[in-house]
């Protein structure tokens, strides 16, 4: 092969197509914030900007002999009244959630502490989810004082009551903290914060899980032996020539396998005993979703049936005691 051709080629420019992954919005609206049953924790653009939550580049503040870089904004505790040692013992147990100012305190649990450059501009961003050990943490708390199951949530909205906040006499505050690592481990210790603001937690929405059942099998009457006899009665015999109109009844209803005999009128779907399998053409996929309104019972469907098989084949068959209804498996 000739491959001078190849002289006069010129390759094009690399372009590699990349996937888009669809941005689902988590965060909930108004006031709220929202925990995952992730632990992934999510807050709103409102509460953010009203509560303070957002990370803002740092502030040049003044002091004697320079300045320093001031951190703006609040982070967020939240605690269970029972954990806390300036709450009553004696008062039902509630959720509280503490503004924190960042600078001036150690950081809060959520949105305590951020991250800067060298020039104090901020290199994070609230929208993002947070989620760790407070996240398992905080539900927790959920389920102790508000008794989600987390088994059938989604998620839970909550906001807060600022008419109800807490105000400690001294200005001096001591929020409880879960200890995660260490031989204190899973202890509770407390930590003390200024110019706090405390104020009880309200949820405003439980979102529970959706779960998709799938359709189970309408009931099944018990299937019996067709010479068998369910009434007291002379015996009737049944032929095989009786059997193979019987099969083309059922043929043509659209069902194959055993006929049902019934002593009087058959069950209602609630009375049906249990039954085994049995096979079902594509039409018994239709009729078990729809109501099947051309279908007689008792002994006029039977009668119908093998008077329509008897026009079909020109087989005279008297019609047998009990009555059988072969659409009655799909009632």
Same mark, same amino acid.
């Given at each position: ?64 002999? &320079?300045?320093?870089?001031?951190? $703006? ?24 959630? /503490? ?76 929020? $409880?903290?879960?200890?995660?690592? &260490? ?35 309408? $009931? ?27 099969? /083309? ?62 026009? /079909? ?19």
């Amino acid at each position: 092969m000739n491959l001078d051709f190849l002289s006069d080629i010129k390759i094009g420019a690399a372009v590699i197509p990349t996937k888009k992954r669809a941005v689902t919005n988590k965060r909930p609206s108004d006031m709220n914030l929202r925990v995952y049953k992730n632990g992934a924790i999510h807050v709103s653009a409102e509460l953010a900007k009203v509560g303070g939550l957002e990370f803002l580049d740092q502030v040049e503040l003044a002091i004697e002999g &320079g300045t320093k870089l001031v951190t $703006p904004g609040n982070g967020v505790n939240i605690f269970k009244g029972s954990d806390w040692i300036q709450y009553p013992n004696d008062a039902q147990d509630v959720m509280f959630l /503490a503004f924190i100012p960042r600078e001036g305190n150690k950081p809060a649990n959520l949105y305590g502490s951020g991250k800067y450059n060298a020039e104090g501009k901020a290199q994070r961003d609230v929208a993002n989810a947070t989620k760790g050990a407070f996240g398992v943490e905080l539900k927790e708390m959920l389920t102790s004082i508000y008794s989600v199951d987390w088994e059938k949530t989604d998620y839970v909205d909550f906001t807060f009551n600022h008419e109800l906040a807490m105000q400690s006499p001294d200005g001096t505050y001591a929020f $409880p903290r879960k200890v995660v690592k &260490g031989s204190k481990e899973g202890t509770v210790e407390h930590v003390a914060y200024t110019n706090a603001s405390v104020v009880p937690v309200v949820v405003t929405e439980v979102k529970l899980s959706v779960v998709v059942a799938m359709p189970s099998a309408p $009931p099944v009457k018990e299937v019996c032996d067709t010479k068998a006899s369910l009434v007291e009665s002379p015996k009737v015999e049944v032929s095989d020539e009786d059997m193979v109109v019987e099969a /083309a009844i059922a043929e043509n209803r659209g069902h194959r396998g055993t006929l049902h005999i019934y002593e009087e009128e058959p069950l209602s779907p609630k009375e049906a005993p249990s039954s085994v399998p049995f096979d079902t053409t594509e039409n018994d996929a239709v009729m078990q979703n729809e109501d099947y309104e051309h279908e007689p019972e008792g002994r006029d469907a039977y009668e119908e049936d093998l008077e329509r098989a008897s026009i /079909a084949g020109d087989v005279g068959v008297e019609p047998q005691l009990g009555g059988v209804n072969a659409g009655s498996l799909l009632g």
